[in-house]
């Protein structure tokens, strides 16, 4: 596996120990209980979750005003906790503060700590740890259908067009622009041309591309490893920037060591660049050439998948090309351009032969 993925995992895992450190002990056994079946991000993100969860019972419910601190909850207290707590939980992550910062919370953050308590209940419930499963009788919070943002064909255009060209850009963007022209522009081209995630894109190395069959290895979710394939415009950005700008700036600082010198995509100070990097450059070139539009990578992402999906009309295909291990997933984020085949469908059909 890619080094990028190793040591991100390593530095997950890491903070992961930290914040389950503050934890109630018994909160060791869940983590440990599902980590087969889990990620290292995905258990972190519950930790994060069950870190509020828990101040919120600490300062919140009567039933443990006693308590100095969160590591004194013990398993049974989770009997202790009625529906009315969860519920007010549940409205207390609109907006609440912890550790001095103030937080806030839409349908969709609730929706995810909401789930994360009742995965933590349900594992204690299911392994007879605690004798009933009250979050099970929490409703989930309505989750509203999004607007599904992408770029049209000519906003794609336009987005490359100012990433090569530099119009429309303050003049210090431009100067950075000038010195990162042909990554850019690479990274963007790979994205829209191919549909990998960011974390797919950063993690890249030069040894992952054979331009003889115009392939490469990604790194997926989980860990998995899967060949993907790009085109002639895809292979010609990326070999105007390996060797040119990419060669050029490791000539530049042969004298220095550099750790990452197989990574794909570098940053000026001769870095692996990052995801937060690549989000900025493509929110920057997006203001651009999209200002009424908010892109990121996955909404690059999503133009790919909707691109390919007009053009073969096999929503399998798709699914298989983005990754996605469940094709109705592949169906929640492009579904609206079924709109396309109603209106082709609305044309098609005739009631009567045409009469002079």
């Not at 919120?56 to 590591?71: E, I, S």
């Not at 203001?287 to 690059?300: E, G, M």
Request: proline content about 2%.
């Amino acid at each position: 596996m890619a080094n990028y993925f190793n040591e991100r995992d390593k530095s997950v895992t890491r903070r992961l120990r930290e914040i389950r450190d503050t934890l109630p002990e018994f909160c060791e056994e869940f983590f440990v209980g599902i980590e087969p079946q889990t990620t290292a991000l995905t258990r972190l993100n519950y930790a994060y979750d069950l870190r509020i969860f828990f101040d919120f019972l600490l300062h919140n419910v009567r039933a443990f005003r006693g308590y100095k601190d969160v590591t004194e909850f013990t398993i049974e207290d989770l009997s202790k906790i009625t529906l009315v707590n969860l519920e007010s939980y549940l409205e207390y992550l609109s907006y609440y503060e912890y550790d001095g910062k103030e937080y806030t919370n839409g349908d969709k953050g609730k929706a995810r700590k909401i789930s994360t308590v009742r995965t933590f209940f349900k594992y204690f419930f299911n392994h007879d740890r605690i004798p009933s499963n009250i979050a099970a009788k929490l409703t989930m919070p309505k989750q509203h259908d999004k607007d599904i943002i992408r770029l049209e064909h000519r906003e794609v255009e336009r987005i490359l067009d100012v990433a090569e060209t530099g119009d429309g850009m303050s003049e210090h963007q431009r100067k950075i622009q000038r010195n990162t022209r042909a990554r850019d522009v690479a990274i963007l081209t790979l994205l829209l041309g191919t549909g990998i995630r960011v974390s797919e894109c950063v993690g890249l190395n030069t040894s992952d591309i054979d331009f003889e069959t115009n392939a490469f290895t990604v790194t997926r979710k989980g860990g998995n490893r899967a060949i993907l394939y790009f085109g002639d415009e895809v292979a010609d950005a990326l070999k105007y920037y390996i060797y040119g700008e990419r060669q050029a700036l490791i000539n530049r600082c042969e004298k220095v060591e550099i750790k990452d010198r197989d990574a794909l995509f570098l940053s000026l100070q001769v870095h692996r660049i990052s995801v937060r990097a690549v989000e900025n450059l493509v929110k920057k070139y997006a203001i651009a050439a999209a200002p009424l539009k908010k892109i990121s990578p996955h909404k690059l992402r999503s133009t790919f998948g909707t691109n390919l999906y007009r053009a073969t009309g096999d929503i399998y295909m798709v699914a298989d090309v983005l990754g996605h291990r469940d094709v109705n997933t592949t169906k929640k984020h492009y579904a609206a351009i079924e709109e396309d085949h109603r209106k082709i469908a609305a044309q098609v059909v005739k009631l009567r032969d045409n009469k002079s």
